[in-house]
């Protein structure tokens, strides 16, 4: 299994462009979380998925969206990238027990 | 919401010697407490959880206690390695919040040799 992929690693944006970072986990897993991680902080969840067609919102999701068409994948959407959106972005997965979180390697984005 | 304090920031402890990294939460609704380790590059990985039914658990080298009168949970690495240097997150999942997690700000671990 490959567990949680992300594409891509590394992406440098200008302001106001758009862009969708891709998720995918292969074990079926029920749950899917994205996260960002700033320099000194902890992870901090943007939106979160309990199963296909059903997203919410997590502690800071403006200027992001997402969708959850199939229990696989979980692509995260910037529609108008601004500065404050530079972070690296992590997507992880859960089975509802035994609440182990797999986390994907991370996608590291620059907005200029 | 939660909101899960973590310390120190950083830690520096000779190899062999012990580390000790401590979490407080706000949330009397969080049950679940995992800790992460993240190494450079990487994404974070679970290394111990603990349940709030619980009040120690002890994989090998390393251990996490829960003081759930105090809100605090911390872990614990003994006959520390160079292999234990990383970033240590803690994260706290309160359970009338749909399965989100809160994670606190980290520890940057140095083993030296």
Redesign the interface.
């Known amino acids: 299994n490959a567990g949680v992929t992300q594409t891509p690693k590394f992406r440098i944006l200008k302001i106001g462009q758009s862009m969708t970072l891709q998720c995918t986990q292969d074990m079926n897993h029920n749950y899917m979380y994205w996260y960002r991680q700033d320099p000194g902080m902890g992870l901090k969840l943007i939106y979160y998925s309990v199963g296909a067609g059903i997203t919410d919102k997590g502690e800071v999701p403006n200027g992001y969206n997402v969708s959850r068409s199939t229990t696989e994948d979980f692509p995260l959407r910037l529609e108008l990238a601004a500065p404050s959106q530079t972070s690296v972005y992590f997507c992880a997965s859960i089975n509802k027990a035994p609440y182990e979180q797999y986390f994907g390697p991370g996608t590291r984005l620059t907005v200029t | ?1 939660e909101n ?1 304090e ?1 310390h120190p ?1 950083t830690l520096s402890v000779q190899e062999g010697d012990s580390a000790v990294i401590k979490c407080t939460y706000s949330d009397s609704a969080s049950n ?1 407490f ?1 800790w ?1 380790k993240q190494e450079l ?6 290394i111990i ?1 603990i349940r709030s039914n619980v009040g120690e658990k002890k994989d090998q080298r390393i251990a996490v206690t829960l003081n759930k009168t105090a809100k605090h949970f911390s872990l614990h690495i003994t006959e520390t390695q160079p292999e234990d240097s990383a970033v240590y ?1 803690c ?1 706290a ?1 309160p359970s009338n919040t ?9 520890t940057s671990l140095t083993v030296i040799p």
């Open positions: 919401g899960v973590q920031s679940y995992p992460y590059g990487k994404g974070p990985q679970l959880d997150f994260a999942q749909g399965n989100q997690f809160y994670f606190g700000t980290g």
